[in-house]
């Protein structure tokens, strides 16, 4: 129970992986999802819908995250079909009052497992606290995606049973390509090099430091570009005169609109490497799109991040200071990336849609 196609994004990509893993090891399993998701009011891009087919069938469109009649027809839809275990996803509290009345109204001889992204959200409003703690008290079993998602937990329930599982490699955007027939695709100039920034851009994902950092390596590393690939989730122009400012605006290569799924490998095969200067982090499906690349990160050291990249030999874990991205930059390609390639094959193998699998399994095995 969670986002799904027709919405788009690391969710749906996310769930519909997970679903095909699920049916894969034998379970027979379907999804249900939202007719409405957000309403347009409250969602900050520019489209909630993708443009792209689904992945997994069958997908039960039942939930809308405002409808109270729908909650309990989504949980009589859910009741019906008798299944042994729901899944539900977690990861901001305005779906508290949706997904948590839905689990009360299911029969009781059903297990619940909630899949844990964040407890406590990046962009903080009021009732957070309200609506998270009314949506964990029926559940008693989850599996957290980061130990500081799992220390969150444990503040509003001590007595939940909870299993650790970092966020599998995200393999359903296909194999790495050839770097430079990637930027061709993408129309990059071959003669330079790229450093990623990836995904929604959203405040607390800290792409002004990536900028500011790209004004302090440029001139010791020429020929060194910061692509910035993702839709603007908040002002824009906050970005734009950053760069503006200091002078760099032309130098950075944009491509601000939503990336589809079929893209996404052009961007991490194009790239020698990932920034993510996040200010705040539980774990980030970019981390696991960039091990599925095999492409190193620089990551600051907040939240689950520094959980998932190995210091020196994955990327680097870094503080929130553009000189120390910089510096980190420099000595990465002083390094080169060639050194990084044995250490991220070793370490994509530990991210695996069966390890989390199994967790849902050891968990719905105990009493």
């Known amino acids: 129970m969670g986002t799904a196609w027709p919405f788009r994004g690391g969710l749906s990509a996310y769930n519909e992986r997970l679903a095909n893993e699920l049916e894969s090891q034998g379970m027979a399993t379907e999804i249900v999802t939202f007719t409405v998701q957000y309403p347009s009011i409250l969602f900050p891009g520019k489209t909630q819908y993708s443009e792209e087919p689904s992945t997994f069938e069958p997908i039960r469109r039942k939930l809308s995250s405002i409808n109270p009649i729908s909650w309990w027809r989504t949980a009589n839809y859910i009741n019906a079909q008798q299944p042994d275990l729901v899944i539900t996803r977690y990861w901001i509290p305005f779906m508290g009052p949706c997904l948590g009345t839905v689990i009360r109204l299911l029969n009781k001889k059903i297990k619940v497992i909630c899949l844990l992204d964040n407890v406590i959200p990046h962009e903080k409003r009021i009732g957070d606290s309200l609506f998270t703690s009314y949506f964990v008290k029926p559940i008693q079993k989850y599996v957290a995606m980061s130990q500081s998602v799992m220390d969150d937990l444990y503040s509003f329930k001590k007595t939940a049973s909870c299993a650790l599982n970092p966020h599998p490699v995200f393999d359903n955007f ?115 799109i960039a091990y599925q690349f095999e492409v190193p990160m620089i990551v600051t050291k907040v939240g689950g991040l520094p959980e998932l990249v190995e210091h020196g030999k994955t990327g680097y874990l870094v503080e929130q200071d553009p000189t120390d991205i910089a510096n980190h930059l420099v000595q990465f390609y002083e390094k080169g990336r060639a050194a990084f390639d044995e250490d991220m094959k070793r370490a994509k193998e530990q991210f695996s849609w069966k390890n989390l699998v199994n967790n849902f399994v050891k968990l719905y095995q105990e009493s």
């Open 174 to 288: 296909g194999e790495k390509l050839d770097q430079a027939a990637a930027k061709s695709e993408l129309n990059l100039d071959a003669n330079n090099d790229y450093v990623l920034f990836f995904g929604f851009i959203r405040r607390y994902k800290g792409l002004d430091l990536a900028i500011r950092a790209f004004a302090e390596w440029k001139e010791r590393l020429p020929n060194k570009k910061l692509l910035i690939a993702g839709e603007f989730y908040g002002d824009a122009e906050f970005y734009t005169s950053i760069a503006e400012e200091l002078g760099i605006k032309d130098d950075i290569i944009w491509h601000t609109d939503f990336i589809p799924d079929s893209r996404v490998k052009y961007y991490f095969s194009a790239c020698d490497i990932v920034l993510q200067p996040y200010y705040s982090a539980t774990q980030s499906g970019v981390t696991q």
